[in-house]
T-cell receptor, first 113, second 110 residues
Framework: NAGVTQTPKFRILKIGQSMTLQCAQD?????MYWYRQDPGMGLKLIYY???????DKGEVPNGYNVSRSTTEDFPLRLELAAPSQTSVYFC????????????FGQGTRLTVV | GESVGLHLPTLSVQEGDNSIINCAYS??????FIWYKQESGKGPQFIID?????DKRQGQRVTVLLNKTVKHLSLQIAATQPGDSAVYYC?????????FGKGITLSVRP
């Protein structure tokens, strides 16, 4: 199993551009999560999903959108990139509600200039 | 690359000593409390969890203590090794929602 795969690893965007951060998992996990990590601020939950077709807002959802059309994929969309969205983004997945072990991808480092 | 631990509180311990990493939480309704470890350039990795109705849980070289009265969670690492150097996060799970605290950097002195 590849686990959780995020692409791209690095990206530089100009203000106002849009992009999609890809996340795929091959562990047949129901739950998937998107976090952003800023220096000194820890991990903040952006959006999460408990299964295909179901998504929920996390702590910092503004400026982002997600979709979950399949169990495997959970893309994160930035429509109008802003400098405040410069961060490292992590995708994670876990099997079910009682399972506390989430598996993380390697992260995507995004810079908005 | 930039350290994910930049500007986080730092705990420095001597190799071989025991480490105690503390965390205060706010949500009394959480079902589980969890500790994750993040090494530089990698995603967080699960260490150990504790259900909210428990006080203590032991793993291999690690122990998690939960004090619900003062909303305090701690991670004890026995015989700290250089490979334990990382950022440690406490996390809470309520239903399907998994949220993280700010993190603490553990630095192990040789």
């Amino acid at each position: 199993n590849a686990g959780v795969t995020q692409t791209p690893k690095f990206r530089i965007l100009k203000i106002g551009q849009s992009m999609t951060l890809q996340c795929a998992q091959d562990m047949n996990h129901n739950y998937m999560y998107w976090y952003r990590q800023d220096p000194g601020m820890g991990l903040k939950l952006i959006y999460y999903s408990v299964g295909a077709g179901i998504t929920d807002k996390g702590e910092v959802p503004n400026g982002y959108n997600v979709s979950r059309s399949t169990t495997e994929d959970f893309p994160l969309r930035l429509e109008l990139a802003a400098p405040s969205q410069t961060s490292v983004y992590f995708c994670a997945s876990s099997y079910e509600q009682k399972n506390t072990e989430a598996f993380f991808g390697q992260g995507t480092r995004l810079t908005v200039v | 690359g930039e350290s994910v631990g930049l500007h986080l509180p730092t705990l420095s311990v001597q190799e071989g000593d025991n480490s105690i990493i503390n965390c205060a939480y706010s949500n009394s309704a959480s079902d589980y409390f969890i500790w994750y470890k993040q090494e530089s350039g990698k995603g967080p990795q699960f260490i150990i969890d504790i259900r909210s109705n428990m006080d203590k849980r032991q793993g291999q070289r690690v122990t998690v203590l939960l004090n619900k009265t003062v909303k305090h969670l701690s991670l004890q690492i026995a015989a700290t090794q250089p490979g334990d150097s990382a950022v440690y996060y406490c996390a809470e799970k309520r239903g399907s929602k998994l949220t993280f605290g700010k993190g603490i950097t553990l630095s192990v002195r040789p």
